[in-house]
């Protein structure tokens, strides 16, 4: 069994910056993705950002150009560096992998960006 363990949340000031890091206990066989999801009270969780293994990325419309996924070589964390964060930014940030033979998700990190 994979375990995904999210860190790096926590309070941040509208127009500053934060980096989110996913650590899986253990390589996966057959990844095909990795990504990141949130959700806000009141709202619907989305998807904010993916990466596949062969390096394509997808970003939500309401982050792209101020938000990057990345992963180590070895595959086993994925980043989120979140850049000009908004208020509307503040959820709970979940990463997931995705694997032919199933998928994982993290338990998720708190992002509050407030004054």
């Known amino acids: 069994q994979v375990q995904l363990v999210e860190s790096g949340g926590g309070l941040v000031q509208p127009g500053g910056s934060l980096r989110l890091s996913c650590a899986a206990s253990?390589?996966?066989?057959?990844?095909?993705?990795m990504g990141w999801s949130r959700q806000a009270p009141g709202k619907q969780r989305e998807l904010v950002a993916q990466?596949?293994?062969?390096?394509?990325?997808n970003y939500a419309d309401s982050v792209k150009g101020r938000f990057t996924i990345s992963t180590n070589n070895a595959k086993t964390t994925v980043y989120l560096q979140m850049n000009s964060l908004k208020p509307e930014d503040t959820a709970v940030y979940y990463c997931?992998?995705?694997?032919?033979?199933?998928?994982?998700w993290g338990q998720g990190t708190q992002v509050t960006v407030s004054s």
């Open positions: 997931n992998a995705q694997a032919t033979t199933g998928g994982y």
């Open positions: 253990r390589s996966i066989f057959s990844l095909y993705a």
């Open positions: 990466i596949t293994s062969g390096g394509s990325t």
